[in-house]
Every structure is written in C-alpha cells, then in structure tokens.
C-alpha cells in the first residue's frame, strides 16, 4: 500500500499508466506534460504545496518525478491543481474531475480544447489512479 | 476545506478562446450578433449564461429571460464540445452526433427556444466544438 501523496505512489501510478491498454488506447495521439499540484493543508499532514510532473506520451508515461520545484512544474504544458482533499476524493472516484472543473473544485491551466478533446484519456487516468492500492496521508 | 467557485464560466470561456484562437473566423460569430442563453449542467449543480451583445460574448450568471436553453449533465456538455458538425449541427454519420440525437430523443440533453432560436443554437454550437 503507497501513502499519498509520495514518491512510491507516484511510482505505482506510473506502472499502471504503462501498462493500461485503455489508456494507451485513449491516449494514443496525446503529446504533452503535464503537473499535478496537490495544495497545502497542513492539518491533514500537507505542509506544502506538492509538485508532480508527468511526461505523457503517444499512451506511455515516458517520465515522471515527484516534489519538483514550482517554476519547473509551472512550465507544463498543463496544469491541474486542487487541495489535498479534493485530490482525496478524486481518487475515491468520489469527484468527477470534468464536473469538479466546472464546479471550480479542481483548476486547469492549459489548452482547453485539447484537453476536452482527450476527455477519455484523462477520465482513464483517474481509473488508473483509484486502483493504485492507497493509504492517504491524514488517515495514517 | 477552502470553498470552491463556480469553474464553468471560466472552462467555457478559456474554451471559446481557444477555439477563436485556432479558428479566427469564429470570431464572426460573435461580432453583430445577439442573443441569450443559458447552460445548465445538472449533474454538477452548475450553470450560466452567455450574453451576445453585438460586439462581444459575455460569460455571466444564469439569465432569467434566456431565449435558449442546454440542460445537460456533465458527460453530454463534454461530448458536445467534440461532436462533429455538419451544416453547424451534430453529424448524424458520427457515433458522437447518433448519441446526441438519441439524448434529446429521451430527454438526457434538453435545449428549449429550438426552432424560434436556431440560428443562436447553432452559432453556440460552432463557439463550442474543437472539430
């Protein structure tokens, strides 16, 4: 079981990217990065904001790297941000990431159009996340 | 938790930008044109208006006196930003434009102001597609 978020459960999610047909299929003309950013709450053990970049590819995640530096992160071609929380209930399968959007639960800086264009493949990514076998980090 | 806001003006309004972008011509379908709609997204609780003043496309509050109105839930809306279209309305010869037409056949996607209004519905449709 990974604690979320960490290194390790990055490391999960990123093996079960590489290994999913769906996704590889739903993504099979995707070419971009991308980070996540889990935001601070320190009372549920978040002290600051966490950085997660991905470099998605053609189906594949080619690389991927966890707690890297704001201004690294911030040059993704998309970025995705919400509190910790939120990012909880989106792995629960609790939040739809597409209706947290409009909800302004979760904020997207990017190329809108090419990403409701990949609606299936970034649906396919939060599939993949809610399998990885998770211990969230305030309930530890 | 901190509170969250309202993000479906702001996803639409990046999304007619972005497609403006792509396609500048879109642009015209803006500029001398007025108009009111709403957009409700039921599943998501959310929902807003969109103004064509003549000049511009303004994103705002759900109107009270909205000539046309889409009532969708969430999957639909993002399915409609991707249905390829023919004549400005969805393509019965893609699965996409199939599942649109079986929607307002049983009442999933609900657009009301159709016929009076179809010209709006149809320069909404062209503003919201990425094809």
């Given at each position: 079981m990974a604690?979320?978020?960490s290194d390790a459960w990055l490391d999960e999610y990123v093996e079960r990217i590489n290994s999913s047909k769906e996704y590889e299929e739903a993504a099979a003309t995707w070419e971009g990065d991308l980070a996540y950013v889990f935001e601070r709450e320190p009372d549920k053990g978040v002290a600051e904001d966490v950085w997660v970049w991905v470099d998605l590819w053609h189906g594949k995640c080619r690389e991927a790297r966890f707690g890297v530096p704001p201004e690294e992160g911030e040059k993704a071609r998309f970025i995705i941000r919400a509190p910790y929380s939120r990012w909880k209930e989106v792995i629960r399968k609790e939040l739809d990431p597409i209706k947290g959007m409009m909800q302004g639960k979760l904020k997207l800086k990017g190329d809108?159009?090419?990403?409701v264009r990949y609606v299936n493949a970034a649906n396919e990514l939060v599939n993949i996340a809610s399998q990885v076998p998770t211990e969230f980090v305030d309930e530890k | 938790m901190p509170d969250a806001g309202d993000g479906l003006p702001e996803m639409l309004g990046d999304l007619i930008q972005?497609?403006?972008?792509r396609h500048p011509e879109r642009a015209d379908l803006i500029r001398g044109h007025h108009g009111r709609a709403n957009l409700i997204v039921e599943d998501a609780g959310v929902s807003c208006g969109l103004v064509f003043t003549g000049e511009r496309l303004e994103i705002q509050s759900e109107l009270e006196d909205a000539e046309?109105?889409?009532?969708?839930p969430a999957d639909v809306l993002m399915t409609l930003t991707h249905v390829p279209l023919r004549f400005g309305m969805p393509d019965q010869l893609s699965k996409a434009g199939r599942e649109i037409s079986t929607w307002m056949m049983n009442g999933t996607l609900k657009v009301t102001g159709i016929p009076r209004h179809l010209p709006l519905m149809i320069r909404l449709q062209r503003l919201f597609t990425v094809t």
């Open positions: 604690m979320f978020p809108l159009p090419t990403i | 972005g497609n403006i972008d046309l109105t889409f009532r969708c």
